[in-house]
């Protein structure tokens, strides 16, 4: 379609309003507050996954509060939240709405704006967008000198290929289910089919049989399996969610980013049995707190058992049962309302479904929680995204770069499992499966490689890193991000952007292990144990102390000549609060003063 033809120039942009994009806008003002960043979102309103058109009665946030405060604006103070209390979608958004309307973020942003795709714009980029769900809407170009990508890696549903053409009731998305949850739960529906066996089939089946309705929960036999029901609290009442913020998790778990330890080789060489013992026993009693009694007290419980004997590969991921959930695990265990089943959908006919397991049933509704698709961002044409390393048809791959990388992957590779024995062996029952497209290929998940190289910092993407303590990171990155276009970052980290070599090799060492590490966590693999030494390594790029902890103990006995800050250090958890500061603090590190704009 052709573009109106008007344009308009912006500094910076910025795809997406989501956490990550809300946040970069912030921290670039705080480098530069005369920038001018505009941010742009296909939705309504701010929010992205938590915006208020996407969230929905039941909607819980995973982590407990302290996970997303931000190191200046904390949750429980602004919402009245108890310290590690449940957080409901509802108040996310609130307050990601007072967070943003705090540091001026809503005047910024144009919103029900779809970005159509972006393209080089001499030294700078165009922005294509037309009007929000409006196909037909003509196209107006924006321009920047630097693009900021944050559109998040849950945005383009992944529906599976079933043939509803016949079918006689409705179905959808969980992206859609803010929209659509009125629809779900009316009178008119009686029976409902949830699809998946995620985070947001767990919370469609709870809508489902809490509003009375009969629900059947369809797991395919050969995917990843249901997902880990993991209790928010341990027996002893502490937060198993404040466990993977603690840097003493990402040595049992084992870590790419600090594989050179000796603690890390004596633990997962495999060459010292004690070392190996440890690790078994940790996550053999993990295994068996998660588990308790969950999955035995009936045939729909036994149905929802994960497929590995060990929490120890995370396979497929887990999900955090908040009270509403433990009602719906006690509607599933009664088997009255709910049934579960290992199988697949063979066809939709009228209202009937047949199943793989030669079942068959009426149902009003079908909800599709199946994912997300890898390339959720096609603004990008499949080469200019091969090019900034973003996933691809390998059809526009050069056959040269596909041997190049070959040849990087198998080393990196042989490296992974040299380092980490274990990973050679996962479970043979679990499903590993493979995506048609070219991995993520962004040096320290933000940046274009070739471009960084040239010395081209016009590109960006955020929000790549998957992790539980989404907030902490989106702030960390962010700073490293806008270092990165604005040309602060320091030397030694320069020197490494301009070394496509060392760029490439990092990205297939850690592309590799997460996929040996993390098998069936797909289309995106969540990082959980290793999440604050990637923070680490990211501050130690910015040239910063990644020991915020040791920083505000005392030395000498009052410190107990180190032994506090080593303690704190590794048997503490991480949190936003730790990092506050740290815009101020790099900026003074390069010689500027906070909160003036760039000489
Ligand atoms: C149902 C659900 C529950 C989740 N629960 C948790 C949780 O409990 N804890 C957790 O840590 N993470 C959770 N996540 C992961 C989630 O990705 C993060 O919480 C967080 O929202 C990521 O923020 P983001 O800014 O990267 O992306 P998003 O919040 O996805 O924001 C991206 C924005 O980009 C916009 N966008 C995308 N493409 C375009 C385009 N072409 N044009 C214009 N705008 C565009 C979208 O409209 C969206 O507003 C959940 C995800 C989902 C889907």
Request: glycine share 8%; proline share 6%.
């Amino acid at each position: 379609m052709a573009s109106s033809g008007s344009s308009r120039h912006h500094k910076v942009i910025i795809v997406g309003a989501g956490f990550n994009g809300i946040v970069a806008a912030k921290t670039y003002l705080q480098v530069d507050p005369s920038t001018d960043v505009l941010i742009v979102d296909g939705e309504s309103e701010i929010g992205g996954v938590w915006s208020a058109s996407r969230i929905y009665p039941g909607l819980m946030y995973e982590m407990p509060a302290p996970l997303l405060n931000f190191s200046d604006f904390n949750m429980c103070k602004e919402l009245g939240i108890e310290m590690w209390g449940d957080v409901r979608g509802d108040q996310v958004n609130d307050f990601l709405v007072r967070y943003s309307q705090k540091f001026d973020i809503i005047k910024r942003c144009m919103l029900n704006t779809h970005v159509d795709s972006v393209e080089r714009n001499g030294i700078g980029w165009k922005v294509l967008v037309r009007p929000a769900r409006d196909e037909k809407g003509s196209l107006t170009t924006l321009t920047c000198d630097k693009l900021i990508v944050a559109t998040g890696i849950t945005s383009k549903p992944r529906i599976a290929d079933y043939d509803l053409s016949k079918f006689g009731g409705f179905s959808f998305h969980p992206i859609e289910m803010g929209r659509r949850h009125k629809e779900l739960v009316a009178d008119s529906v009686h029976h409902v089919t949830i699809i998946g066996g995620h985070k947001s089939a767990l919370e469609a089946v709870g809508t489902c049989a809490q509003a009375g309705k009969q629900v059947e929960w369809l797991i395919k036999e050969d995917g990843g399996g249901p997902t880990w029901l993991m209790p928010s609290k341990n027996p002893d009442g502490s937060s198993l969610a404040k466990m993977s913020t603690k840097r003493a998790m990402s040595v049992l778990s084992a870590s790419i980013y600090n594989s050179s330890r000796w603690i890390d080789r004596f633990l997962h060489s495999g060459r010292w049995w004690l070392g190996t013992w440890i690790v078994t026993w940790f996550w053999g009693f993990m295994t068996r707190q998660v588990q308790q009694d969950k999955y035995t007290k009936s045939e729909n419980g036994r149905r929802l058992k994960p497929t590995p004997e060990s929490m120890f590969w995370f396979v497929p991921g887990g999900t955090i049962t908040h009270d509403r959930d433990l009602e719906t695990l006690r509607l599933i265990d009664e088997e009255k309302l709910v049934r579960v089943s290992r199988a697949h959908m063979v066809s939709v006919s009228g209202h009937e479904v047949k199943l793989s397991n030669s079942q068959s049933f009426n149902t009003d509704a079908i909800v599709m929680c199946t994912g997300w698709e890898l390339s959720s961002r096609p603004i990008f044409s499949p080469t200019l995204a091969y090019d900034v390393g973003l996933p691809a048809d390998p059809s526009v791959v050069p056959d040269v770069e596909k041997q190049h990388w070959k040849i990087l992957d198998l080393a990196a590779e042989k490296q992974v499992l040299e380092t980490y024995p274990i990973l050679a062996n996962p479970p043979s029952n679990v499903h590993i499966p493979k995506s048609a497209l070219t991995p993520y290929r962004l040096f320290r998940f933000m940046v274009p490689i070739k471009m960084a190289a040239r010395g081209d910092n016009t590109l960006i993407f955020l929000g790549n890193y998957a992790n539980g303590r989404v907030q902490a990171t989106a702030e960390i990155n962010s700073l490293w991000g806008v270092a990165y276009l604005e040309g602060l970052l320091p030397p030694l980290t320069s020197a490494l952007l301009r070394n496509q070599k060392a760029m490439e090799k990092d990205i297939a060492y850690i592309e590799s292990f997460r996929n040996k590490r993390y098998l069936n966590c797909f289309p995106y693999r969540l990082s959980i144990f290793e999440t604050p030494e990637y923070d680490d390594l990211i501050l130690k790029d910015l040239g910063l102390r990644p020991d915020r902890k040791r920083m505000n103990i005392p030395s000498g006995w009052r410190g107990c000549f180190g032994l506090r800050a080593w303690v704190a250090e590794w048997f503490e958890g991480y949190f936003a609060e730790d990092y506050e500061g740290i815009v101020d603090e790099f900026l003074k590190s390069v010689g500027r003063i906070p909160g003036k704009p760039k000489p």
